[in-house]
């Protein structure tokens, strides 16, 4: 993958990451007024 993800469906990405023994959060927020909604992950370290 090297840190691209497209290609991807979220279903697959999310079973290859538990299948390497990672959990998997989904966090839902509002956005700001001030651009329009955005889909982003991330990689927590050190948890």
Known sequence: MRGRI??????????????????????IRPKPDNRAAIVSVDMAHGL
């Open 6 to 27: 497209s290609g991807f469906s979220s279903d697959r990405l999310m079973n290859i990451l538990t299948k390497l023994d990672q959990d998997v959060v989904i966090f």
